[in-house]
């Protein structure tokens, strides 16, 4: 597909970015670099700057403070880049080249980057909704509203055992009592992790303190004075909840490019220079679909690096640049409580062309997906020595 956004550079092209993550602030620097002399203009809903996504579970429990959660702003001191920080944008006018931001000012751009990320999802649960105790897990705000509310008596929940509900879950243990994890699928982790792996995982988790129920998720919720006092579970099951933090997962915000008409299916549909089929719209970062290159499906891949991999070829492309961007492949590195693990690539394959390969002893689990004689994916959990090496092989 080929989605070209050829026009002539002036000398005071107008660029907007709206969010200021990890492929919008790549795509400013690229943009900066690319030509000198237009003016940026970077548009955020959040209340602070550029950040870490990553770190916040650290701040959450303390390791991280606030001051070095941040990397950096993105802006250069050149008096024609402006950030406009808890700035939301309503709407696009594609034919008049223009955004609408909440409180109806009109911004006009000619190069739009749309970098917005994605939006927790919260499934429906009965009486789960607006009370002062509920919280998600995706962005700062979040984890700077969870700390000052959390107390050291209070037992939280965690609905969500995958990637984030588990840092949330870590973070959680440092300032509450107890902290249970509901996860509907029968391990924590399902998406990167087999029922091997996921038991270390899970074992070591709960030696520190952390209770797991899996096939199991929160039905209902019970509250008093506008707080949520108890959850009940599928099973029946009745927990004293304190604080509720739910973490199933996310979902791509396309909103925005949606109703702009660019072309969306899981996430926003781009070329290889990241453009929208609507003229001057670029998108990049976790709204948009990737190819995955070890399998050719389009996929959502919400990885740091492929965030900023795209946000440098939109920005490059947006100021008349020649980057392209083919395609990722997964890739996590996360701790629990000390337990280090790593996947790369194809993890969970039902095709008997795959090859699984299991090496296991005490102290480390690794998971070998070839095909070929090609190492496809691989996950590691406890010893992760070689993962660079493996990574590279995938490559």
């Keep these: 597909m080929t989605m070209g956004n050829a026009s002539a550079q002036t000398k005071e092209t107008r660029y907007i970015i709206v969010g200021n993550g990890?492929?919008?602030?790549?795509?400013?620097?690229?943009?900066?670099?690319?030509?000198?002399?237009?003016?940026?203009?970077?548009?955020?809903?959040?209340?602070?700057?550029?950040?870490?996504?990553?770190l916040i579970s650290y701040y959450l429990k303390g390791r991280v403070p606030m001051d070095k959660i941040g990397y950096g702003s993105p802006l250069p001191p050149d008096g024609h880049t402006e950030m406009r920080l808890s700035t939301r944008v309503e709407g696009i006018d594609p034919q008049a080249h223009t955004l609408q931001l909440e409180g109806g000012e009109i911004l006009p751009y000619d190069k739009l980057l749309l970098a917005t990320g994605s939006v927790p999802f919260v499934p429906p649960m009965e009486g789960v909704g607006g009370q002062e105790n509920v919280f998600t897990f995706l962005d700062l705000a979040n984890a700077v509203r969870i700390r000052a509310y959390a107390k050291p008596d209070m037992k939280a929940v965690v609905v969500g055992g995958g990637l984030i509900g588990m840092k949330a879950a870590e973070g959680l243990h440092e300032l509450c009592a107890s902290v249970t994890v509901c996860e509907l699928a029968d391990r924590i982790l399902p998406t990167i992790l087999d029922e091997r792996a996921a038991g270390r995982v899970r074992r070591h988790v709960e030696a520190h303190g952390i209770a797991i129920l899996t096939g199991d998720t929160v039905a209902r919720a019970e509250s008093e004075d506008n707080s949520l006092r108890r959850v009940v579970l599928r099973s029946g099951a009745v927990l004293d909840c304190d604080l509720l933090v739910v973490a199933v997962g996310v979902r791509p915000n396309v909103t925005l490019a949606r109703a702009a008409g660019c072309t969306v299916g899981r996430g926003v549909r781009t070329g290889r220079d990241l453009s929208t089929d609507v003229p001057d719209i670029w998108a990049a970062g976790d709204c948009t679909e990737s190819i995955d290159l070890l399998d050719g499906t389009s996929k959502i891949l919400a990885l740091w690096p492929n965030a900023v991999a795209q946000g440098r070829t939109a920005g490059s492309a947006m100021a008349g640049g020649d980057r392209t961007f083919d395609g990722a492949f997964a890739m996590n590195a996360i701790d629990f409580f000390g337990l280090r693990m790593v996947t790369s690539g194809l993890l969970q394959v039902e095709d008997p062309a795959y090859r699984i390969e299991i090496r296991e002893d005490d102290g480390s689990y690794r998971r070998f997906v070839v095909r070929d004689n090609l190492l496809r994916g691989y996950c590691l959990v406890g010893d992760i020595d070689r993962a660079g090496i493996y990574t590279t092989l995938i490559r």
Excluded: F, K, N, V
């Design 22 to 54: 990890a492929a919008g602030a790549a795509a400013l620097r690229e943009i900066r670099a690319t030509d000198p002399a237009g003016r940026i203009t970077m548009l955020t809903e959040e209340a602070y700057d550029a950040y870490s996504r990553p």
